[in-house]
DNA sequence: TTATAATATTCCTTTACAGGAATATTCCTG
DNA sequence: CAGGAATATTCCTGTAAAGGAATATTATAA
């Protein structure tokens, strides 16, 4: 199962921007607010859901705090995507190829 | 940015659980609910909300109903997934490395 | 230490949504 | 057409969560 919490804390649009302008570079409450239009506590309000939700870092530097993204919610989700991978992959044979080329290679690791 | 939409109705974990089942082929409602200890009201909710939000489809079938998956959902959040896979891809050259072959194999299609 | 910028929190109100229970609908079978 | 299985819908209630406004906190600079 999928992180629930990241879900949703993703699953707001505002929440959502802030997360893909993060994608860019880390910011600060401020930036956030300024570039997406929010007001300043409803942006830290949306940063303490993505932070509980293991989606962002802050890391305090002098006046002001600075939050970035964090890779494992993302990662995650990569992964729980592919229990769906074959439902868009037409080519199955492909795959099978595929996962045979990496199973080889994990051979080749175990020597 | 991704579809909220489908974001919100995957991160209700029942419904999640109900995606996860519908991974391995088309169920109906009694199936889903027995499966997975539901109510069959309830089972019948939680469907509603994901072929509202694109993430199934149903066929009748004589008395019942057979939910199935929708591929589109989960591609877009794979490729919604692309703008942060440098998050955790540490070798980013290696991924300058394959973006060039895809260009030059662009120049190659063009000529 | 005081003023000020940057950020966080609280309180309030409104809205959305999940679960339970009961009921309605649809379709097959005899 | 009547009965019954499979599924959908409605009503109700409690709870969580978002936005606005005001306020509290923290840290820098003078």
Known sequence: MMDTAALSALSEPKRQ?????LAEGPL????IAETLCLRQPQTSKHLRVLLEAGIVNVRAEANRRSYSLRPEPFQAMDHWLNAFRNLWMERLDNLDHYLQQLQSKDKKQDR
Chains 1, 2 share one sequence.
């Open 17 to 21: 921007q802030i997360v893909e302008l």
């Open 28 to 31: 600060t409450v401020g930036e």
